[in-house]
């Protein structure tokens, strides 16, 4: 197997390993921290007041947060807090028309203030957006309790942001490690088949190639006569010590001229003459 694909297999099992891991323990990932929430900042607390509402290019402005004084409780299970039933609270407009939504529900609980409860909402219905919205003008408030106002805005995120504030939740939760592994795995997969055979012929052509090249290289540095015969046979002869010129014995030195070194007296000349003498008398013993 191409060493790429390995590493594309170990990669995307890794990535699994650890998309599981933080999805199934709801552990997120220790290089994205979750943001913590900001404080709520009141710009009302009382009972009556005048509210000036404007909508604005750059936010949705969603109106104002009610809080009271309460708790979480819901004694008659009856799906509504009891605390928040007991507010009653008119938002009006020079209509007289109200715009004030109460979230009692169960499923609307808020925990981000201590000591009081989210009960409504003033110029937006968080649970029907085709609600009635406020206009810009003033509004009056009344209330039959002490309670505490924040404003709220929603900004206009383009895609582009909303795909990377995805993208950037996936990830402190281990759900993009988990899908990018998929693609991973693809990939190496497709490599298997495309670089496998690329491999296989390289290696072959590795093994084939030393073994022609070692006997060349093998009866390249012998040397030969006049007669084009080589003076020194290899290993491979099947006849070894027929036309074998001996390393010891010469006339005037004793050394083979291709094995040791040139003695005063003996030349290039003698050492062949002497080898064709050999050879012939070799021969003429052969026949």
């Given amino acids: 197997m191409h060493p790429l694909s390995n590493v594309l297999f170990a990669l995307s099992a ?3 390993f650890v998309g599981i891991l933080f999805m199934g323990t709801g552990t997120p990932v220790p290089l994205f921290e979750p943001q913590e929430g900001d404080e709520v900042e009141f710009v009302f607390s009382g009972q009556n007041t005048t ?9 949705t402005n969603n109106g104002w947060a009610v809080y009271s004084f309460g708790q979480y409780l819901d004694d008659d299970a009856d799906g509504y807090w009891d605390d928040c039933g007991i507010v009653q609270i008119s938002l009006n407009n020079e209509s007289g028309v109200s715009y004030f939504y109460p979230q009692c529900d169960n499923s609307t609980q808020r925990d981000d203030v201590p000591d009081m409860i989210y009960v409504g909402q003033l110029c937006y219905n968080p649970t029907n957006e085709n609600s009635s919205r406020c206009a810009d003008g003033n509004y009056t408030f009344e209330s039959n309790v002490y309670v505490k106002l924040s404003q709220e805005f929603e900004e206009n995120i383009h895609l ?8 950037s939740h996936g990830l402190s939760t281990g759900r993009t490690i988990l899908c990018s592994a998929f693609p991973m795995l693809i990939i190496g997969l497709i490599s298997v088949l495309f670089l496998s055979d ?3 012929s390289d290696s072959k052509k590795k093994r084939d190639g030393p073994t022609a090249e ?8 012998q040397e030969r006569g006049g007669d084009g015969l080589p003076k020194a046979f290899s290993r491979h002869s099947e006849r070894k010590d027929i036309y074998r010129k001996p390393r ?4 005037r030195g004793g050394v083979h001229k291709s094995g040791g070194l040139f003695l005063d007296g003996w030349t290039d000349e003698d050492s ?5 003498k050999k050879v ?8």
């Fill in 214 to 221: 070692w006997r060349a290289y093998s009866l390249s540095g």
């Fill in 198 to 200: 690329e491999e296989d």
């Fill in 248 to 251: 010891k014995g010469n006339v």
């Fill in 51 to 59: 509210l000036f509402f404007e909508q604005t290019q750059s936010s």
């Fill in 280 to 287: 012939e008398d070799r021969r003429k013993d052969e026949r």
């Fill in 14 to 16: 890794t990535m699994m």
């Fill in 160 to 167: 582009i942001s909303r795909i990377i504030d995805w993208f």
């Fill in 272 to 276: 062949d003459a002497a080898y064709k």
